[in-house]
Nanobody
Framework: QVQLAESGGGLVQAGGSLRLSCTAS????????TAWFRQAPGKEREFVAA????????YYADSVKGRFTISRDNAKNTVWLQMNNLEPGDTAVYYC???????????????????WGQGTQVTVSS
C-alpha cells in the first residue's frame, strides 16, 4: 500500500514558476515509476510527466517539454515537478500517481496507475 500527498500548487501569473511535490509513505519511490497527471474542468485527465525507477529516465507530454522537469529525491521519498514559464493552459488539478508494475508503454495511460494523491490546484492567470 502506498499513500501519496501532493503540495505546492497555487495561483501564479503567466510566465511564472511553481514546484509541486509528491511525498510517498508506505513504500519508497526509488523502486516505483511515478508520474504527474493533470485535469482541467470538463476535460479528461492527461499525462504530464513520468520518471521510471530503473534509471534517470523521464518522459514528458509535448505540451510541457522544455518547461517542466520531473525529478526524485530518494532520501526524502519525494518526487518533484518543477514548472517554469507557466501558461494559462496549464491551469488544472495536478495529481501524482505511482505503480510498482507499470511498463514503459503504459506510462502515459492514467488507467494503469494504482495509487493516486488527492491533487493540488494550479491556476495560471494571464
Amino acid at each position: 500500500q502506498v499513500q501519496l500527498a501532493e503540495s505546492g500548487g497555487g495561483l501564479v501569473q503567466a510566465g511564472g514558476s511553481l514546484r509541486l511535490s509528491c511525498t510517498a509513505s508506505g513504500r519508497t519511490f526509488s523502486r516505483l515509476t511515478t508520474a504527474w497527471f493533470r485535469q482541467a474542468p470538463g476535460k479528461e485527465r492527461e499525462f504530464v510527466a513520468a520518471l521510471r525507477w530503473s534509471g534517470p529516465h523521464s518522459y514528458y507530454a509535448d505540451s510541457v517539454k522544455g518547461r517542466f522537469t520531473i525529478s526524485r529525491d530518494n532520501a526524502k521519498n519525494t518526487v518533484w515537478l518543477q514548472m517554469n514559464n507557466l501558461e494559462p493552459g496549464d491551469t488544472a488539478v495536478y495529481y501524482c500517481a505511482t505503480d510498482p508494475q507499470i511498463i514503459q508503454s503504459q506510462l502515459r495511460n492514467p488507467l494503469q496507475y494504482e495509487y493516486w494523491g488527492q491533487g493540488t490546484q494550479v491556476t495560471v492567470s494571464s
